[in-house]
Nanobody, 123 residues
Framework: VQLQASGGGLVQAGGSLRLSCAASGRTFSTYAVGWFRQAPGKEREFVTHINRSGASTVYADSVKGRFTISRDNVKNTVYLQMNGLKTEDTAVYYC?????????????????WGQGTLVTVSS
C-alpha cells in the first residue's frame, strides 16, 4: 500500500487542522493506520491509531480529547482532525499502515509510511 499525507500548514494556537492520509490499492480496509509526528531534534512519536474497520482507536495522552482519527474505507482515506492546537504540536506528521489486526505504538510496528506533512502552530 502507498500512502500520501496532506493537510498540514500554519495555524495559530487554539486553531484546527484536518490531515488526510490517502492510500492506494483496493485492500486498504485490511490495514490498520497510525499517525506519528516528529518535531525538530526529537524522535518520532506515536499520536494515534485506528483499526481496520474504524471501530477502535487509541490516542497518546498528549492529544487525547483534542485529536480525532477516523477513516473512510470507500475513499481509502484516514483523517486526523486536530482541534485546540498547541505550539508543542508543531511537527512533521506521518501516516503509517500495518497489516496486523493488533494496534502498535512504535514506528517499527508499521511497514508502510507516507511522506509527511508539516504542521506549524504559532503562539
Amino acid at each position: 500500500v502507498q500512502l500520501q499525507a496532506s493537510g498540514g500548514g500554519l495555524v495559530q494556537a487554539g486553531g484546527s487542522l484536518r490531515l488526510s492520509c490517502a492510500a492506494s490499492g483496493r485492500t486498504f480496509s485490511t490495514y490498520a493506520v497510525g499517525w506519528f509526528r516528529q518535531a525538530p531534534g526529537k524522535e518520532r512519536e506515536f499520536v494515534t491509531h485506528i483499526n481496520r474497520s474504524g471501530a477502535s482507536t487509541v490516542y497518546a495522552d498528549s492529544v487525547k480529547g483534542r485529536f480525532t482519527i477516523s477513516r473512510d474505507n470507500v475513499k481509502n482515506t484516514v483523517y486526523l482532525q486536530m482541534n485546540g492546537l498547541k505550539t508543542e504540536d508543531t511537527a512533521v506528521y506521518y501516516c503509517a499502515a500495518r497489516s496486523s489486526g493488533t494496534w502498535g505504538v512504535a514506528p517499527a510496528d508499521y511497514a508502510y509510511w507516507g511522506q509527511g506533512t508539516l504542521v506549524t502552530v504559532s503562539s
